[in-house]
């Protein structure tokens, strides 16, 4: 028997609509992507509190982090610079607790599994599954920075803003949170495996490092400081701090924001062209 | 006129210089289990993943429910069910959890998804464990848990990329009994590939025996069998068999010997005439005979006869249930 060459993709040449029918209770027609991110999300978001060993470092170091650098450093800079250091040092703690963190190891263990390629034969948005993982990337660190911020309450840092002022800083961070594991997503895509994945946590340290993490800027010699002027987190650190102790200063924000947008356009690039490789077929 | 199940014509891959499959031609009529028999590497996964649309045909094209993989992958997606050679399954998902996330996937309502995986909790026969995290499971628990998820969406048609391997004789039997359940009772056309020549022997309507990316024969397992024309006469021995194994090969009657320790096994064309100068032709090669039985061709010698080869050594001589 032979198929027409030419029969038209979609319509099946002469199908025997009982044996190959489609189960009528299928909606895949009505499925928006929303409602597919939101189902990769869900589940996504449901193994976090079942792997709790893949958060909890991510918890203790910015923590440490916070009471060895105002242990150490609170005095001298308080009397040498005038600054409360302790709400200089926050947002740090909060970057921290921020970047780097991800659902990529799992995503890694989804696509060595094969559990990806079952996604791949369903008919799920294959840019959902990219999105919903990071939805749950953007919930995962807001959570992240709860208990900083708490940490942060206790030893007397305040929002100069209200509730508002409190929303768009774990907003910033979030989004920050979320658009930097971009990298790490196209690393899964591209090998999916997880030393490589791994690894990238190493791009954790020139950003949280080479930027104002101890000290302003116009303290910062002339390499460091040049370093830190292209260092998208300089402007995350720079306006999270003016959440804490300034009025409203969108010359502070608006850098943050595009900065995200930079490197959110950089990464999610990058986790697209590497997504697109992986259900290409090839 | 109908339309096959499965069709592919002249259907080829290659990874680079690497040729995975090549003009593999298939015509799989809707209703069948067909069973794609061959040892590691031979392509069968390549097959597979091609039908069930993860991979791009370097060559050739294949259709599916009258779908074009290549060109149609989602009219196919909604059409088929596959449970591939890892089982898919997330640790850290139950099994009911995993089974509901797959109904979300596919838009089925939740009232719906509900009534399916309670049907569905007795098959898989899970027990308290359904709602366990799937990392605690056993192999023939995530097997079985695969294949309800393949099911969960009703497809017409399964996949099923070694089911058996590595599963333990009462997880198999009770593989092959929903194999056999799915195709008699749902009409499933079923595509399974294994590497256990008694497994295709008794799940598979039709055989492929596939080897070295290239289908080298099909039929019945009775039709297969038939491709072998001689008897086989297997004594097992004592002395250095392998010595006088060229003096064993001169019996008359003898087409072709194969010896693997103690054991000897001749290719004769009528088994009661020859089994008797067999008998006189090892003794006189100074061997003692323990015992000389005569049996008919099993599937491993069609793949002896077909590729030259042994298909497997541990699976040739797996214990018949
Ligand atoms: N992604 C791949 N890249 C390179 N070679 C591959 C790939 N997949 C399969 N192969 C090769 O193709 C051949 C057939 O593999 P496969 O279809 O997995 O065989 P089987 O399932 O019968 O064991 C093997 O030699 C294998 O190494
Ligand atoms: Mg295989």
Request: aromatic share 6%.
């Amino acid at each position: 028997m032979s198929l027409s060459a030419d029969a038209s993709p979609g319509v099946a040449t002469n199908v025997d609509a009982e044996r190959f029918g489609v189960d009528p209770e299928l909606r895949p027609r009505d499925q928006s992507f929303i409602r597919d991110v939101l189902i990769i999300a869900r589940r996504s978001i449901r193994q976090l509190p079942r792997e709790p060993e893949a958060v909890f470092p991510a918890l203790l170091i910015p923590v440490f982090f916070m009471a060895v650098n105002i242990g150490s450093l609170e005095k001298l800079t308080e009397s040498a610079l005038a600054i409360d250091y302790k709400a200089f040092q926050l947002p740090v703690g909060i970057v921290f607790a921020v970047t780097g963190i991800s659902r990529g190891a799992s995503l890694v263990a989804d696509l060595n599994s094969g559990y990806f390629d079952r996604l791949l034969m369903t008919p799920v948005s294959r840019l959902a599954l990219l999105i919903g993982t990071m939805a749950a990337d953007f919930v995962l660190v807001a959570l992240m920075t709860l208990p900083v911020l708490c940490l942060g309450f206790i030893v007397g840092v305040g929002f100069h803003n209200g509730v508002l002022g409190f929303l768009v800083f774990v907003g910033i961070s979030a989004l920050w949170g979320m658009v930097f594991p971009g990298f790490t997503y196209a690393i899964a895509f591209k090998t999916a495996s997880p030393a490589a994945v791994a690894s990238a946590t190493i791009l954790f340290f020139p950003f949280a490092f080479l930027t104002t993490t101890f000290l302003p800027k116009d303290q910062l010699n002339g390499t460091l400081d040049a370093v830190a002027t292209v260092n998208p987190v300089t402007y995350i650190l720079e306006a999270l701090r003016s959440l804490l102790t300034e009025d409203w200063n969108m010359s502070a924000i608006g850098p943050a924001l595009l900065a995200i947008g930079v490197v959110g356009i950089l990464s999610i690039g990058l986790a697209l062209t590497a997504l697109k490789g992986r259900v290409s077929r090839n | 006129m109908t339309i096959p199940a499965i069709l592919a014509e002249n259907l080829g891959r290659t990874f680079g210089d690497k040729v995975a499959i090549k003009n593999v031609n298939l015509k799989i009529p809707s209703g069948e289990v067909y069973g794609l028999l061959g040892p590691n590497g031979a392509g069968k996964s390549t097959i597979v993943r091609i039908l069930c649309t993860l991979l791009m045909p370097t060559q050739g094209r294949a259709r599916v429910a009258g779908y074009d993989v290549a060109t149609d992958p989602m009219a196919v997606r909604l059409r088929i069910g596959a449970a591939l050679q890892s089982t898919a399954i997330d640790g850290l998902q139950t099994g009911r959890e995993m089974l509901a996330l797959q109904a979300q996937l596919y838009g089925i309502s939740s009232g719906v998804a509900q009534k399916r995986i309670a049907e569905l909790e007795a098959l898989v026969d899970l027990g308290k464990d359904f709602d366990k995290r799937v990392s605690t499971y056993s192999g023939g628990m995530k097997r079985r848990l695969d294949i309800a998820i393949a099911m969960l969406h009703r497809p017409p048609m399964l996949f099923l990329d070694e089911p058996t391997t590595g599963l333990d004789p009462r997880s198999r039997q009770q593989m092959w009994d929903e194999v056999r359940r799915l195709n008699k009772e749902l009409g499933v056309t079923i595509l399974l590939t294994t590497q256990y020549l008694e497994e295709a022997d008794s799940l598979a309507h039709r055989i492929g025996i596939i080897n070295d990316g290239g289908v080298v024969s099909e039929g019945s397992p009775r039709e297969l069998k038939r491709l072998v024309r001689d008897d086989i006469v297997v004594a097992n021995v004592q002395g250095d068999a392998v010595a006088v194994e060229s003096r064993l090969a001169d019996i008359r009657g003898v087409k072709s010997l194969t010896v693997t320790g103690d054991r000897i096994e001749a290719r004769v064309s009528d088994g009661a005439q020859a089994i008797g100068s067999v008998a006189i032709g090892i003794q006189q090669a100074g061997l003692t005979l323990n015992d000389i039985t005569l049996r008919t061709p099993t599937l491993d010698d069609v793949f002896m006869e077909l590729t030259g080869a042994h298909m497997n050594k541990e699976v040739g001589h797996e214990p018949v249930r």
